[in-house]
């Protein structure tokens, strides 16, 4: 990143408030210095050496770069502020058991440096036989704050597979109030193929801090919430299971689970909008999720087996603009659970 001209500070006050490790463009630092240099006017000195350095900043940004930047940091923001005090490093790895790897045994062994380990299904609630459902408010602040992780803090989560369970960990975060959550870009993979710094041996620890739950209740829907909005129209609901299991042709992993998708439910597979464990552009994810029959106007719920790949269908909706009304935290491991109707065979929306 390009460090920003001295002579922008004693200049420009206003700058005070976007210096820091949380501009994360150049391009946000400009945009101020223009408006200043407006004000004061192009015959101060001073003010034309300010110009000189902002003709060698990038140009601001479009609509969906800004988009992508609220969800995703690359791997070179992050190693560039790897020690700086307000940000913390989160490995959220989780696996099914198709995958054959233990995130518990692979963080103990290596992990970006300084980061701290965040289980969901230890930081669940205790009372619900559902996998990973979201804690109560007190028992999450009093998890994540015994961590190091406090009020104010820049959260920074990465996963083993590059972009898998990470999405569900900051979509916890930010619905229990964390204001600044975003997502490595590629992941643990990307870093480690960039050759940055690895930690070994045991983690370091953070003192605790103060971390204030609040739980917003709109980004969360329950069973009830599902079928009142694909009853009376007022949202889509789009499954991100593997097509095979949203049509009901393939077992689910789960024990008591039944086969096939909630009626009135499309599908769209969370790989649909990846690749390499990345996302893929703009376009091809508007793509994606149009082609699946989604409009991209209207409210819409994500869901998929227990919780995870539907947080993918949200992250890739906000990196492109859109957000998702909610995600449906029981998903298809309680609805097929129970005795609710269901649907086999393709997609057939109301």
Same mark, same amino acid.
């Given at each position: 990143? *390009?460090?920003?001209? #001295?002579?922008?500070?004693?200049?420009?006050?206003?700058?005070?408030?976007? &210096?820091? /490790? $949380?501009? =994360? +463009?150049?391009?946000?630092?400009?945009?101020?210095?223009?408006?200043?240099? @407006? *004000?004061?006017?192009?015959? +101060?000195?001073?003010? =034309?050496?300010?110009?000189?350095?902002?003709?060698? #900043?990038? =140009? %601001?940004?479009? +609509?969906?770069?800004?988009?992508? @930047?609220?969800?995703?940091?690359? /791997?070179?923001?992050?190693? !560039?502020?790897?020690?700086?005090?307000?940000?913390?490093?989160?490995?959220?790895?989780?696996?099914?058991?198709?995958?054959?790897?233990?995130? $518990?045994?692979?963080?103990? !062994?290596?992990?970006?440096?300084?980061?701290?380990?965040?289980?969901?299904?230890?930081?669940?609630?205790?009372?619900?036989? #559902? %996998?990973?459902?979201?804690?109560?408010? !007190?028992?999450?602040?009093?998890?994540?704050?015994?961590?190091?992780?406090?009020?104010?803090? =820049?959260?920074?989560?990465?996963?083993?597979?590059?972009?898998?369970?990470?999405?569900?960990?900051?979509? /916890?975060?930010?619905?229990?109030?964390?204001?600044?959550?975003?997502?490595?870009?590629?992941?643990?993979? *990307?870093?480690?193929?960039? +050759?940055? %710094?690895? !930690?070994?041996?045991? %983690?370091?620890? &953070?003192?605790a801090r103060s971390f204030t739950a609040r739980l917003d209740h709109s980004a969360v829907a329950d069973a009830d919430d599902v079928a009142r909005a694909l009853s009376e129209g007022t949202a889509q609901v789009v499954d991100a299971r593997p097509g095979d299991r949203f049509r009901g042709e393939a077992p689910e992993p789960r024990p008591g689970v039944r086969s096939g998708h909630i009626p009135g439910a499309l599908n769209l597979p969370a790989p649909a909008v990846m690749r390499d464990g990345q996302l893929k552009s703009p376009e091809e994810i508007a793509a994606a999720f149009t082609e699946a029959g989604v409009d991209l106007d209207r409210p819409l719920i994500t869901s998929c087996g227990s919780g995870v790949t539907a947080a993918i269908l949200s992250a890739a909706l906000e990196s492109i603009g859109k957000r998702a009304r909610a995600l449906y935290d029981g998903s298809w491991a309680e609805w097929g659970a129970s005795t609710r109707s269901l649907e086999i065979g393709p997609a057939k929306p109301k």
């Open positions: 990143m *390009k460090q920003v001209c #001295l002579p922008f500070w004693p200049i420009f006050p206003s700058f005070k408030q976007v &210096r820091g /490790t $949380h501009v =994360r +463009n150049t391009a946000e630092i400009g945009l101020v210095a223009v408006t200043d240099i @407006e *004000k004061k006017g192009k015959q +101060n000195r001073r003010v =034309r050496i300010a110009l000189a350095c902002i003709d060698e #900043l990038p =140009r %601001p940004r479009g +609509n969906a770069d800004m988009a992508h @930047e609220d969800v995703f940091v690359s /791997t070179e923001w992050l190693a !560039e502020r790897l020690d700086a005090p307000d940000v913390v490093v989160v490995d959220g790895s989780w696996y099914l058991p198709a995958h054959g790897r233990d995130p $518990h045994a692979e963080y103990a !062994e290596r992990r970006i440096p300084g980061a701290l380990r965040f289980d969901i299904d230890a930081v669940k609630d205790a009372g619900s036989d #559902l %996998p990973h459902m979201l804690p109560r408010p !007190e028992a999450f602040a009093a998890a994540v704050g015994a961590k190091g992780i406090g009020d104010g803090m =820049r959260i920074v989560i990465y996963d083993g597979l590059g972009l898998f369970s990470a999405p569900r960990v900051r979509w /916890t975060f930010k619905t229990f109030g964390a204001k600044d959550v975003v997502i490595l870009e590629g992941g643990f993979p *990307k870093w480690q193929a960039e +050759n940055r %710094p690895i !930690e070994h041996g045991p %983690p370091r620890s &953070r003192a």
